[in-house]
């Protein structure tokens, strides 16, 4: 397993904070994901065997208006 903090650009409020996580916790060999308002980061921790960090950036980049950056 890895732990990982991404930084996410256009997360503003408590909706896009779920938005990202659900989309995140959908996403196969992700074990939880965790976003913060404050810090505009989110920390996931994933298999690496099942999913790799491109796969997290398309998840999140694709569920709103939001940009991850690796």
Do not use: Q, W
């Amino acid at each position: 397993m890895e732990k990982r903090s991404f930084s996410v650009s256009g997360m503003k409020c408590m909706h896009c904070k779920a938005n990202i996580e659900s989309a995140l916790r959908g996403l196969d060999g992700v074990i939880g994901a965790e976003a913060n308002l404050e810090t505009r980061c989110v920390t996931v921790e994933y298999d690496a065997a099942v999913v790799t960090p491109a796969d997290i950036k398309k998840t999140v980049d694709g569920s709103g208006r939001f940009e991850l950056t690796l």
